[in-house]
């Protein structure tokens, strides 16, 4: 993976603006924390970017297996009462595939949504190298 995002925090509490590319969108933190609600949390993003590699990573193999998927829809949230200690995060995605497809074939997306590179990520050790500019 060579993405890079620049986020960049000025003038407005909490909202930042973000870039990727060419691309460019804002977070921010809701009202009853002093945010102004202008975008996502950050833990939004971070769900969206899972549930979106996970909707993608389903599509593009269902597309070369020419499996029947009409729609593919993920609903994400982070799950504080399924905690097992306080260092450990639960993230639920429910996965919902609408198409004409068997249990066999249901079984193997499933199967695949673990592999999407985002949900790599997440599940193995990660090192951020945090430094001062």
């Not at 590699?53 to 949230?77: F, G, N, Q, S």
């Not at 905690?83 to 993230?91: A, E, F, S, W």
């Not at 919902?96 to 999407?116: F, N, P, S, V």
Request: hydrophobic residues 35%; aromatic residues 4%.
């Amino acid at each position: 993976m060579n993405e890079e995002v620049k986020v960049s925090i000025e003038g407005i509490p909490y909202q930042v603006s973000i870039a990727a590319r060419d691309h460019r969108w804002l977070a921010d933190e809701p009202a009853e924390v002093s945010g102004g609600d202008t975008g996502p949390t950050p833990g939004e993003l971070l769900l969206s970017s899972l549930g979106s590699c996970t909707a993608i990573t389903l599509t593009m193999y269902a597309a070369r297996k020419k499996w029947p998927v009409e729609k593919i829809d993920v609903e994400l949230r982070f799950d504080s009462d399924a905690k097992p200690d306080p260092k450990t995060t639960v993230i639920e995605c429910l996965v919902h595939i609408t198409g004409d497809l068997d249990e066999t074939q249901r079984k193997r997306l499933m199967e695949i949504a673990h592999a999407c590179p985002v949900h790599k990520v997440l599940t193995n050790p990660i090192i951020i190298n945090t430094k001062a500019d």
